[in-house]
């Protein structure tokens, strides 16, 4: 008997919230109790997609070569951003085998070797930061004097970026990840950093060959890149840099407004590596959902048919709570037993700078709890800023003193 479930859930309306903290979504909350497989409609696109939040489920989709990202380029899908984020033919909107070949042009920079290359240069920078943050002594913005700059300098050092360029990185990255600034501003700002990106692939010598950009010239002179992936490519790594000013800001914010657990991570430092993958299942690292796949067939997902044709989310988040993987999964635990979190996604898909941004979360914890003694906020919990219409949750500022 065929158990597939032919009616249709209703279309849920998911505003984007800004919600203070790290608060899960309530939407979301509803939506995982409604069921496996619901529908949803978000603030900008038109008419609906799918919605799967269960962690089995959700991996399954993430890599299913049934759901195509290549697919939506082009399709006006109800997503949360005015915009979409990777420019036409980017390795966020490929499928393999082309994402494949896209990513293979810059794997050598994300190997453990590669990422290990870049530790000394960013511990070096880490310590110039926290030394100067000392010296000036308190209070001081925690956000704007090192969880910015940092991972800034380091995905610039790893791209190849000149330091003359870094400084509109920033603001070019914060105007295309805000869903505030309005669609124009936003694909502005995408197409100078594009522009720029052009310029220094263009520009012979530029690049130390192991960086980034020297991997992609080198492989656009080889002919297996084109030009115009390579700059959608640099794109894609150069803002993902940001996600880590705003998962540790979060972590921050847990570990000050749970002061029991700074204390154990100064005096059990062997407990940090497994703290910080907790923290990172805990945290919803971004509002609503990401990009969207397309079924290129019928599939029966959780017993419900999902037609050709029509767009999918998964919701990496409501995987990470999923009670039926994570016991007490709204409860913040560093003693969990380890078990895979899909923070950093999941499949083809899995983020490339996974590595590295575990890298610069661990060098910046590590500079918390060791370097900033009696660290507490500067002001009242309350009165603490969270970042508005962003894609990305994170503290807008962490006013704090030592």
């Given at each position: 008997?065929?158990?597939?479930?032919?009616?249709?859930?209703?279309?849920?309306?998911?505003p984007a919230l800004d919600l203070f903290g790290t608060d899960f979504d309530p939407v979301l909350a509803e939506l995982m109790e409604e069921g496996p497989v619901t529908r949803l409609k978000l603030p900008h696109g038109d008419g609906w997609?799918?919605?799967?939040?269960?962690?089995?489920?959700?991996?399954?989709?993430?890599?299913?070569?049934?759901?195509?990202?290549?697919?939506?380029?082009?399709?006006?899908?109800?997503?949360?951003?005015?915009?979409?984020?990777?420019?036409?033919?980017?390795?966020?909107?490929?499928?393999?085998?082309?994402?494949?070949?896209?990513?293979?042009?810059v794997a050598p920079a994300f190997t453990s070797r590669g990422v290990e290359r870049l530790r000394k240069q960013a511990q070096a920078t880490l310590d110039e930061l926290v030394e100067e943050v000392l010296r000036e002594g308190p209070p001081?913005?925690?956000?704007?004097?090192?969880?910015?700059?940092?991972?800034?300098?380091?995905?610039?050092?790893?791209?190849?970026?000149?330091?003359?360029?870094?400084?509109?990185?920033?603001?070019?990255?914060?105007?295309?990840?805000?869903?505030?600034?309005?669609?124009?501003?936003?694909?502005?700002?995408?197409?100078?950093?594009?522009?720029?990106?052009?310029?220094?692939?263009?520009?012979?010598?530029?690049?130390?060959?192991?960086?980034?950009?020297?991997?992609?010239?080198?492989?656009?002179?080889?002919?297996?890149?084109?030009?115009?992936?390579?700059?959608?490519?640099?794109?894609?790594?150069?803002?993902?840099?940001?996600?880590?000013?705003?998962?540790?800001?979060?972590?921050?914010?847990?570990?000050?407004?749970?002061?029991?657990?700074?204390?154990?991570?100064?005096?059990?430092?062997?407990?940090?590596?497994?703290?910080?993958?907790?923290?990172?299942?805990?945290?919803?690292?971004?509002?609503?959902?990401?990009?969207?796949?397309?079924?290129?067939?019928?599939?029966?997902?959780?017993?419900?048919?999902?037609?050709?044709?029509?767009?999918?989310?998964?919701?990496?988040?409501?995987?990470?709570?999923?009670?039926?993987?994570?016991?007490?999964?709204?409860?913040?635990?560093?003693?969990?037993?380890?078990?895979?979190?899909?923070?950093?996604?999941?499949?083809?898909?899995?983020?490339?700078?996974?590595?590295?941004?575990?890298?610069?979360?661990?060098?910046?914890?590590?500079?918390?709890?060791?370097?900033?003694?009696?660290?507490?906020?500067?002001?009242?919990?309350?009165?603490?800023?969270?970042?508005?219409?962003?894609?990305?949750?994170?503290?807008?500022?962490?006013?704090?003193?030592?």
């Amino acid at each position: 008997m065929d158990s597939t479930n032919t009616a249709l859930p209703p279309v849920r309306d998911w505003p984007a919230l800004d919600l203070f903290g790290t608060d899960f979504d309530p939407v979301l909350a509803e939506l995982m109790e409604e069921g496996p497989v619901t529908r949803l409609k978000l603030p900008h696109g038109d008419g609906w997609a799918w919605l799967v939040t269960r962690y089995d489920d959700v991996r399954a989709v993430a890599n299913d070569p049934r759901f195509s990202r290549k697919l939506v380029a082009g399709q006006d899908v109800t997503r949360l951003a005015p915009h979409f984020i990777p420019v036409d033919g980017a390795v966020g909107f490929e499928d393999p085998p082309d994402h494949t070949r896209l990513r293979r042009a810059v794997a050598p920079a994300f190997t453990s070797r590669g990422v290990e290359r870049l530790r000394k240069q960013a511990q070096a920078t880490l310590d110039e930061l926290v030394e100067e943050v000392l010296r000036e002594g308190p209070p001081a913005d925690l956000t704007e004097r090192l969880l910015a700059p940092f991972p800034l300098a380091v995905v610039c050092d790893l791209m190849g970026v000149p330091a003359e360029h870094r400084a509109r990185m920033h603001e070019w990255t914060n105007l295309i990840l805000s869903s505030s600034q309005g669609a124009e501003r936003s694909q502005q700002a995408k197409e100078e950093m594009c522009a720029c990106f052009a310029e220094l692939l263009d520009r012979p010598g530029s690049a130390d060959e192991e960086s980034v950009l020297g991997l992609l010239g080198t492989a656009v002179e080889n002919n297996e890149l084109t030009r115009s992936e390579a700059v959608g490519l640099s794109l894609l790594i150069q803002i993902g840099g940001e996600a880590v000013t705003n998962n540790v800001g979060n972590m921050v914010y847990l570990l000050l407004t749970r002061p029991q657990l700074l204390a154990r991570l100064r005096t059990e430092p062997e407990v940090r590596p497994r703290a910080i993958e907790e923290m990172l299942r805990y945290i919803p690292h971004r509002n609503a959902v990401g990009l969207s796949r397309i079924a290129t067939e019928d599939v029966t997902v959780a017993g419900t048919r999902i037609r050709a044709g029509e767009p999918v989310y998964v919701s990496y988040l409501a995987a990470n709570r999923d009670p039926s993987v994570f016991a007490d999964p709204q409860t913040l635990d560093f003693d969990r037993t380890p078990k895979p979190h899909v923070s950093f996604g999941y499949g083809p898909h899995y983020c490339v700078g996974a590595m590295l941004a575990k890298l610069e979360t661990e060098l910046l914890i590590d500079a918390v709890a060791d370097r900033l003694p009696g660290l507490r906020f500067a002001v009242p919990v309350e009165e603490l800023r969270f970042r508005r219409g962003a894609l990305i949750r994170g503290p807008e500022s962490l006013p704090v003193t030592w």
